[in-house]
């Protein structure tokens, strides 16, 4: 029997993120020809026993942001390597796609390929160490033999910022089994939280990031809620805590009672399934994982036209300029004013564009492509 192909993925957390997410999926779902593994440079996640259940063992340097990490995690990586000499090296994000890189030229490793994900970022907005990284990332981008985008407009804007070689498109790929519409759960969760009979439910599951722009959210959904007192916000992620002081505004007047902030959540799928509404509004996005999740669970979606956003829901959503509170306001009270059964309709359209055009299988297959590529069909 043939050995199987190794690829070591290199990370910079396993804490729950869109591109976390997406190698528990890839791993999870992989063909058995391949055998996957994962370095880790921060401590453990809560993602770490996902990758290690779905068979790809978890190696974490413990690193820690800053000079440190930098002067230290190419060595560190280097060594795990020379070790255990897998067939490719697959890195995710900036501080993984340098490190990874570094280690894997000291290791003798040439088969590389990096993982973007994002677009139109502000850097100005990031500490100095990661503008760093980025320039250094985009000095270096003729190393890997290859570079994988979630989105058509990342892959552009990395072109445009200097980017040696054009990244591939592998769009994300979406579990229409775990996601997916449960009535069940609608009712359970609904009850669980609170939530009025009557009230249209608009929920964001983001963490707290100034890329989510959760002032602008805030600004939008004080005077959408004047104009349509039945909204009520669900808002989920790291970070989003009623003790973080600058979400304080949601508990205030005019949203008092009218808004929750729950954290982190370990059942999603649940969550979106007791809303009406999903909505992102981002100012810079890659293809965002939740809005797909959202559409594979029957939701229509309200998105700021960032990144893939706008070709990820199609007609099926609604999208507003990204960073225009005024607009965003407009758009919910817009939507709140329709019938229910025009957003069932798109909630359904949403499940139905995701199954055709975003598949986990059609994700785990371009990667297998990919990977049979570099490694010349072996």
């Not at 990370?11 to 528990?24: C, F, N, R, Y």
């Not at 994988?148 to 407009?153: D, E, G, I, L």
């Not at 040696?164 to 519409?181: A, E, S, V, Y």
């Not at 508990?251 to 992102?280: F, I, M, T, W």
């Amino acid at each position: 029997m043939p050995e199987p192909l190794s690829i070591c993925h290199i990370i910079t957390t396993t804490s729950p993120g869109g591109a976390e997410k997406q190698l528990v999926a890839l791993a999870a779902n992989r063909p058995d020809w391949q055998e996957h593994a994962v370095i880790c440079l921060s401590p453990p996640g809560e993602l770490a026993p996902a990758l290690e259940a779905a068979g790809a063992p978890v190696r974490s340097l413990g690193l820690r942001p800053g000079p440190a990490a930098l002067l230290r995690g190419p060595g560190l990586i280097r060594g795990i390597l020379a070790r255990t000499r897998p067939h490719i090296v697959q890195t995710w994000l900036y501080h993984a796609d340098l490190l990874g890189a570094l280690g894997a030229r000291l290791a003798g490793i040439k088969r590389l390929i990096w993982t973007v994900r994002c677009a139109d970022m502000d850097f100005s907005r990031y500490a100095l160490s990661t503008r760093l990284v980025v320039k250094a990332c985009t000095a270096l981008s003729s190393w890997p033999a290859a570079i994988v985008a979630n989105s058509r407009a990342g892959a552009e804007w990395h072109l445009a910022r200097g980017y040696k070689q054009k990244p591939r498109l592998i769009p994300n790929g979406f579990d229409t089994g775990l996601f997916r519409p449960d009535a069940a759960a609608r009712e359970t969760v609904r009850r669980e939280l609170g939530i009025p009979p009557q009230a249209l439910a608009v929920g964001r599951v983001a963490r707290l990031d100034a890329m989510k722009d959760y002032p602008g959210l805030l600004r939008a959904a004080q005077e959408a809620i004047q104009r349509r007192p039945e909204l009520f916000f669900i808002l989920a992620g790291q970070g989003v805590r009623a003790e973080t002081p600058e979400l304080r505004g949601w508990l205030e007047p005019p949203l008092a009672g009218r808004a929750l902030l729950l954290g982190p959540r370990r059942d999603v799928p649940r969550l979106l399934n007791a809303l009406d509404l999903h909505l992102s509004n981002s100012l810079s996005e890659g293809m965002p994982n939740v809005v797909g999740e959202a559409m594979a669970v029957g939701l229509p979606n309200l998105v700021s036209d960032a990144g893939d956003s706008r070709e990820l829901v199609g007609e099926t959503g609604w999208v507003v300029p990204a960073g225009e509170p005024p607009a965003l306001a407009e758009a919910l009270a817009g939507i709140a004013g329709l019938e229910r059964g025009e957003l069932s309709s798109r909630g359904q359209a949403a499940r139905r564009r995701i199954i055709q055009r975003y598949s986990l299988e059609a994700m785990v297959q371009a990667y297998s492509e990919l990977y049979r590529e570099l490694s010349g069909g072996a």
